[in-house]
């Protein structure tokens, strides 16, 4: 019997109860950022309007949105993507089990609860690892309980004209402030939605989620919290690769303890998170040669740090964590699927041992002075590179440790690390309104399991990671300005990364037969390069706590020095400037979003499908109350309903190979949220 999507929501919410939960990280150095609003007006926004919740990052002009479907949105900082942008979840760092990227790690933010969104650009702390590229810190608000209310909680209603999207989402808390449960479950599916031409863009897809937290706090302060959750994605269908994903399970489960010591505190977390991935050609789309692959990544977590203040003047924080990770993906073909093709993660594990400290001290009272070091031992290994797999039922036998050799003269799988990175960072208060902050950084990043082991080959190519790269090692400078005067706040920044070893993916085409004809085929590999990126952001911004505006510009240039050309997967400057109107309660907002042409890209990587043109997308948004616990939340995306697309988004296959996946064309959405 076919499940409601109500009983699937509530069935998945309830299935936590059984299970021990997990955490709920609260840092002290955690810096929430919520665009402008509190964690409650967040949420309603989110509830009401995109797919998922990394969309929000959209208004921040340094972050760009890299689509391959309706939902997997990836994001791309500074012009850092992919495993350069670190992703924490309420302090758990999660990965993601598609080799080709459709479930990146951001698609495991919670729609039911929309937690409260940070990007983070440099090091500031190193207790969730060194900063490569950025760092997206997720945090979701424990409930607060208001007066005498023990149980509190919420219900949303919306959808979309577009791609007939609907959604129903709600939580009730019951409990105190310090002792409480919670049960969230939310439900989110949609149609194939039409760009600003009219066409039809594969995204359609379904979404349901349910998790439970909890949280207990003794007399003498000793707490524990905990998370269990399970997110199901089904029919998933993306223009941008050959595949489609019919499904995609994920179950993460977190526990954290801590209690007050002298003037600080200690907290101890452990978390896991399993994902399970299957993507194919056939159960979306028509397709005379049937593939699918069936992959799997597996994390485990834990993490010990002890903050401590002294004298009121200094901040000091050590910490220790280790972390492995298991990746294992294995494409199949054949006339009943039965011929294994394709090894692509050949049982790749990671160990990860960190340790950090890391001190604040405010000299002086316009003087904060920062410093911090980790060091991380990592060791991979492939542990099926030996195993043997056939392209074609029949074919010739190869392995990935003989695809690795043939590529590269690799001949050992296993790569240990030794990562040292640090930072030092100072801030002067030349005025209470004006502060100038300046950080230097060192950070190194291991390669990834594709970087490293993805060992694919077919007819039309093979996709084939190095075992023998460098780790990446980024040295950062930043410095920016922030002020305040009267009605007016400004911040300019400036900053630029120099990346000895940094991993460069790059594609060489060659002809070969296919299927008895001759054809194009594409070969895809890794190495070390070194680079340069530098870039300058300002932002301005003027309110008269009626009417507000704000205008945030961000420029990013990328070289390969080893070519002097320039690196992929770079955004154009983008600019965007927003008006909005605010009035016991109500909320009006109009948005313009705008970018350059991007003319400066590297088509040998494979990773820019074109040049782009520019575009300018207008944007208009509103939330109002209509009584004490209701409020409606709306939205008209892309007004004029333009044709454009993220510079940074993948390739449509579906139209040659050459153009970029689409945006929405114009889309009005709305929801209903009832509080009690």
């Avoid at 495993?83 to 999660?94: F, I, Q, S, W």
């Avoid at 409930?143 to 959604?167: E, K, V, W, Y």
């Avoid at 449509?652 to 889309?667: I, K, M, Q, Y």
Wanted: aromatic share 8%.
């Amino acid at each position: 019997m076919k499940k409601t999507p109500m009983v699937r929501c509530i069935g998945l919410a309830l299935a936590g109860c059984a299970v021990t939960p997990a955490v709920q990280a609260e840092d002290a150095l955690l810096i929430r950022v919520t665009e402008g609003q509190s964690a409650e007006a967040a949420r309603l926004s989110a509830a009401a309007v995109q797919s998922e919740p990394v969309e929000r990052l959209a208004v921040n002009s340094s972050v760009s949105l890299s689509r391959m479907g309706g939902r997997g949105l990836d994001p791309v900082i500074r012009g850092q993507n992919e495993e350069r942008v670190d992703v924490v979840l309420d302090g758990m760092r999660v990965e993601g089990a598609c080799p080709s990227r459709m479930d990146p790690p951001t698609s495991r933010l919670s729609t039911s609860l929309a937690p409260v969104l940070e990007v983070r650009t440099g090091n500031r702390t190193l207790r969730w690892g060194p900063i490569a590229g950025g760092q997206i810190v997720a945090t979701t608000a424990a409930p607060a309980f208001a007066n005498d209310n023990r149980t509190i909680g919420h219900l949303t209603l919306g959808g979309s004209d577009n791609a007939q999207a609907r959604l129903v989402n709600g939580s009730v808390a019951t409990g105190s402030k310090d002792t409480f449960v919670r049960l969230a479950a939310g439900y989110d599916e949609a149609d194939d939605y039409q760009d600003g031409d009219g066409n039809d863009v594969r995204s359609s897809y379904e979404n349901t989620e349910g998790r439970v937290d909890a949280a207990w706090t003794a007399d003498n302060g000793f707490f524990v919290k905990g998370l269990v959750s399970r997110q199901e994605e089904r029919d998933v269908k993306f223009p941008g690769r050959g595949m489609d994903a019919p499904k995609t399970d994920t179950d993460m489960y977190r526990l954290e303890v801590g209690a007050p010591v002298a003037d600080g505190g200690w907290n101890m977390m452990t978390w896991q998170a399993d994902v399970d991935h299957v993507m194919d050609n056939f159960s979306l789309r028509e397709s005379p040669m049937k593939m699918l692959t069936n992959s799997e990544t597996r994390t485990q977590g834990a993490r010990l740090t002890l903050d401590q203040t002294i004298n009121y003047t200094k901040d000091i924080a050590i910490g220790v964590d280790v972390e492995r990770n298991e990746w294992d993906a294995t494409m199949l073909n054949g006339m009943n699927l039965s011929n294994e093709g394709s090894l692509m993660w050949p049982g790749v594990e990671r160990d990860r041992v960190g340790v950090f400290v890391e001190a604040f001290h405010q000299i002086r009272v316009n003087t904060r002075l920062g410093a911090g070091i980790r060091y991380d031992r990592v060791e991979m290994d492939a542990t099926r590179a030996d195993q043997s797999f056939t392209p074609m039922p029949g074919g010739m036998m190869l392995s990935p440790a003989g695809l690795y050799a043939s590529a590269y003269g690799a001949t050992d799988t296993e790569a240990n690390d030794d990562n040292v990175s640090g930072f030092v960072t100072g801030e002067w208060r030349f005025s209470p309104a004006r502060v100038l902050e300046v950080t230097a950084s060192h950070s190194v990043r291991s390669p990834s399991v594709n970087e490293r082991y993805v060992a694919q080959k077919t007819m039309r190519g093979s996709w084939i990671g190095n075992p023998d790269l460098e780790t990446e090692k980024h040295h950062k400078l930043e410095a920016s300005l922030s002020g305040r005067a009267g009605n007016w706040n400004w911040r300019p920044t400036v900053w630029i990364d120099q990346v000895d070893d940094y991993v460069y993916r790059f594609d060489t085409r060659r002809t070969a037969m296919v299927n008895g004809t001759p054809a194009e085929v594409t070969d895809t590999r890794y190495t070390n390069i070194d680079a340069r990126l530098l870039g300058v952001e300002a932002a301005l911004g003027w309110s008269n706590g009626t009417w507000s505006a704000s205008g945030n510009l961000a420029s990013v240039r990328g070289e390969n020095r080893d070519t002097d050309s320039a690196l992929p997967r770079i955004p154009p400057i983008q600019f965007i400037q927003t008006l909005a109107w605010h009035h016991q309660g109500h909320t009006l907002e109009a948005e313009w979003q705008l970018a350059r042409r991007q003319d400066r890209v590297d088509l040998d990587s494979g990773l820019d499908p074109s040049t782009s043109p520019g575009y300018g997308v207008f944007n208009l948004s509103g939330t109002h109350p209509l009584m004490a616990n209701l409020s409606l939340t709306w939205a008209v995306d892309n007004v004029f309903d333009n044709t454009w697309a993220y510079h940074v988004s993948k390739d449509n296959l579906s139209d040659s190979g050459v153009f970029r996946v689409n945006e929405p064309g114009r889309t009005v959405r709305a929801a209903l949220t009832a509080r009690w």
